[in-house]
């Protein structure tokens, strides 16, 4: 099925397929818990890292998140956008 993330703090961007993504730069912690494997702790790192960093430059950059290794970076990173 379809799938519309919306989250206080940061909406999902959409593509031209209707498909929505995360947003890493500006979705809240809140939304970020909508990622699969991603509970609220992650994703208050998620949150403390754009915040201590400067915001994401690359989705890779997630994987200096505490927590999140190549398994889980794998099942998100076609979920999130810039």
Do not use: C, H, M
């Not at 809140?30 to 949150?47: F, K, S």
């Not at 989705?59 to 398994?71: P, T, W």
């Amino acid at each position: 099925g379809e799938q519309i993330v919306i989250g206080s703090g940061g909406a999902p961007v959409s593509n031209s397929s209707n498909q929505s993504f995360i947003s890493l730069n500006q979705s809240a912690a809140g939304t970020l818990e909508d990622l699969p494997g991603v509970g609220p702790a992650l994703a208050g790192r998620i949150v403390d890292w754009r915040e201590a960093n400067g915001g994401f430059k690359s989705k890779e950059d997630l994987l200096n998140v505490a927590g999140i290794g190549d398994k889980l970076y794998s099942s998100i990173k076609d979920l999130v956008t810039l």
